[in-house]
């Protein structure tokens, strides 16, 4: 299995207080990802970071920012959570190989995080 | 721009049986397909990917798909299904960059 924790693994908060959840990898590959899931909508790209300090926006960025100050340390923060920010999140990682680009490789992801936002 | 379209949210299937799980694409660009599978309370894990070459792709637990471009398909198949193939099967494709776009999910019920 890839080496990839996140944590804390489940969360209960109030709507309005910050969240920041940890995605930790010991697999040294440089693209790391944040997702949603949701019931209905498969998964959906949050944020992604192609290197430490490089990041850019996924398909629901709204309401979400992402650090990457180390290679293997991928944070996701809710600024001030809301009830529809309620969902599992899944960090994932990928590696160039060659000429092959990161989404056209195996992406290996987290055992996800089950957030609630009451 | 790529979309994924699974048809069929659920699907089931008695123990023996043929599993047949429908994906359809769309990709402005040549497509990289793939299939995931999540069990309950884990993260995906990859079955199986078409990148170039063989249209045919094999991949893990005797799932295989066929990847047709005239149809922009890349159905999932498996010729006897066990209990331990019961879980949520994902489509994905990528048009290479940084996103991959996946489909809503199927869940597969496998019957005793």
């Known amino acids: 299995d890839a080496g990839i924790t996140q944590s804390p693994r489940h969360k209960v908060t109030e709507t309005g207080t910050p969240v920041t959840l940890r995605c930790h990898q010991t697999?040294?590959?440089?693209?790391m990802y944040w997702y949603r899931q949701d019931p209905g909508h498969g998964l959906r790209l949050i944020h992604y970071?192609?290197?430490?300090?490089?990041?850019d926006k996924g398909e629901v960025s709204d309401g979400y920012s992402v650090s990457r100050s180390k290679t293997e340390d991928f944070l996701l923060t809710l600024e001030s959570a809301t009830s529809s920010q309620t969902s599992v999140y899944f960090c994932?990682?990928?590696?160039?190989?060659?000429?092959?680009?990161?989404?056209?490789?195996?992406?290996?992801f987290g055992p996800g995080t089950r957030l609630t936002v009451l | 721009a790529q979309s994924v379209t699974q048809l069929g949210s659920h699907v089931s299937v008695s123990e023996g049986a043929l599993v047949l799980l429908r994906c359809n694409y769309s990709?402005?660009?040549?497509?990289?397909l793939f299939w995931y599978v999540q069990y309950p309370n884990q993260g995906l894990q990859l079955l199986l990917k078409y990148t170039t070459g063989a249209t045919l792709v094999k991949g893990i637990n005797g799932f295989e798909a066929e990847f047709k471009k005239s149809e922009t398909s890349f159905h999932l198949t498996k010729p006897s299904a066990h209990m331990s193939d019961a879980a949520e099967y994902f489509c994905a494709v990528s048009g290479g960059g940084f996103k991959t776009i996946f489909g809503a999910g199927t869940r597969l019920f496998v019957k005793a």
């Open positions: 697999e040294n590959h440089r693209y």
């Open positions: 970071s192609y290197g430490v300090k490089d990041t």
């Open positions: 994932a990682i990928s590696e160039t190989t060659g000429q092959v680009g990161p989404t056209n490789n195996e992406q290996f």
């Open positions: 990709s402005s660009v040549p497509p990289y």
